[in-house]
């Protein structure tokens, strides 16, 4: 009977809220790294130099940096469904906003604003999702979430490009559209999202009372069961397990934020025959691929139960990924070592990001997932700003290498947590 209510329940949270969250994630991830795509024409048209690229794309992550883990306290106190609806308008209003852009400066000024105003978004989704989905679920729930991401560079990689192309209203270049209109589209959603999300289920309309019933008491049962405790924040931050999993958080998103902002023009670069347009289409095979893998890599992580060897692979695969192209001039291989990238980069988030909730929940939860991904943004300026020297200096193999390093040092993470715990099991046995 246990079984066959939490199937039913389970299904009714998933397709109420997961398709919404995958959703919200897409045009996210769109309005994020559009910038790079935008590169192959506004760079041109306003004389930007890789190194001064790679400081406005690490600009976005000053201010995300500063506001993430307030944004997330916010969002524990007055509801998900407010502060994240919040978030999108303000994001997509900013956005639209470097259509009237003139100048690099007037751009690096909107990036800073945009990461301002877009800090607390994925946090509060990873934070969200531990308040309506046990343990079992999670992996699984977190890999769909970025499927989102994927779908997003699926389609939008080819609708900047032709946006980029084939739009030039008002005589206006088409990178500015590009911005305009995906801007437009997250204040739209937006607003749906005030109405639509639910903040916690013993406030779902949409659950029976006793769906609500039995969720709320399984969530609680797992807690109690893990002996986790909502700390204070500023246990939060004093946390070695919380600053364990920001370090390897780190140095995985050095190379997935460069991947993310340089891979159009890194394609671009494999061949003189490639147009705009063929990039963009080049771009749809590696979030193809990573979509289906990572549901597979996070099934089966909640199915097995485990995470951080899980983790580990997916890394690997990013590892591999990235030195192929370094190592070779072939083509085919080429694009199948961005293919590995975010196959890894995608079936890395599942587990991973079941990982906070082990160890933490209510205010801690929140602070903790903010501040591990609050190295995110430190990775993505600090891994932008080197990608910009090295790209501009030594060419785009030598910023594949220092993607590949920066993956290592994950790797060498993941594995010292996971003895770490294995030692803890070994003494509480004891």
């Known amino acids: 009977m246990d079984d066959t209510l939490r199937q039913v329940i389970m299904r009714k949270v998933m397709w109420r809220l997961v398709p ?7 045009i996210n991830i769109m ?32 201010g995300y940096f500063f506001f993430e883990v307030p944004s997330n306290m916010i969002l524990e106190k007055v509801g998900s469904s407010k502060w994240i609806a919040r978030i999108m308008v303000s994001w997509g209003i900013v956005t639209s ?8 400066w007037h751009i690096y000024i909107l990036r800073l604003i945009l990461g301002i105003m877009e800090a607390g978004f994925f946090p509060g989704i990873i ?30 990689a080819p609708l900047a490009t032709t946006i980029m192309e084939y739009i030039s209203w008002f005589g206006t270049s088409g990178w500015r559209w590009l911005f305009m209109l995906e801007g437009l589209l997250a204040v739209v959603v937006g607003i749906i999202t005030w109405f639509y999300l639910t903040d916690k289920p013993q406030d779902a309309k ?40 920001a370090a390897i958080y ?13 891979m159009p023009q890194i394609v671009k670069g494999f061949s003189a025959a490639f147009t705009i347009t063929a990039v963009g289409f080049i771009l749809i095979i590696p979030p193809l691929v990573a979509s289906i893998f990572q549901i597979i890599w996070g099934r089966h992580s909640d199915k ?42 995608g079936a890395f988030y ?28 430190a990775a993505g300026f600090f891994g932008n700003m080197a990608m910009g020297r090295i790209t501009g200096a030594l060419g785009a193999n030598a910023g594949l290498v220092f993607m590949a390093a920066s993956f290592a040092l994950a790797i060498a993470l993941i594995l010292v947590m996971r003895m770490r715990d294995v030692a803890l099991e070994a003494d509480t046995r004891k």
């Open 20 to 26: 919404f969250a995958m959703l919200l994630y897409f």
């Open 31 to 62: 309005d994020r790294v559009n910038i790079g795509y935008a590169a192959l024409q506004m760079n041109k048209e306003l004389h930007i130099l890789p190194a001064a690229f790679g400081a406005l794309a690490a600009a976005f992550f000053i």
């Open 97 to 104: 906003l470097v259509f009237f852009a003139q100048a690099y």
């Open 127 to 156: 934070f969200y999702f531990t308040l309506w989905f046990p343990a079992k679920e999670r992996a699984l729930v977190t890999s769909l979430f970025f499927v989102g991401a994927n779908i997003a560079f699926m389609i939008g």
């Open 206 to 245: 949409w659950l029976k009372q006793e769906e609500k019933d039995w969720l709320v008491n399984k969530l609680q049962s797992e807690r109690d069961q893990n002996k986790v405790k909502s700390i204070s924040v500023g246990k939060s931050f004093a946390s070695i397990r919380v600053w364990h999993l």
């Open 250 to 262: 780190f140095f995985f998103q050095i190379g997935s934020q460069a991947q993310q902002f340089w």
């Open 304 to 345: 097995s139960g485990e995470r951080k060897y899980h983790t580990i692979i997916a890394v690997l695969l990013c590892f591999v990924g990235a030195l192929t192209p370094a190592l070779t001039s072939n083509l085919v291989l080429r694009i199948t070592g961005m293919v590995l990238i975010q196959a890894g980069a």
């Open 350 to 377: 599942g587990p991973f990001w079941s990982l906070p909730a082990v160890y933490l929940t209510g205010i801690g939860a929140a602070v903790g997932i903010a501040i591990v991904n609050s190295c995110s943004s």
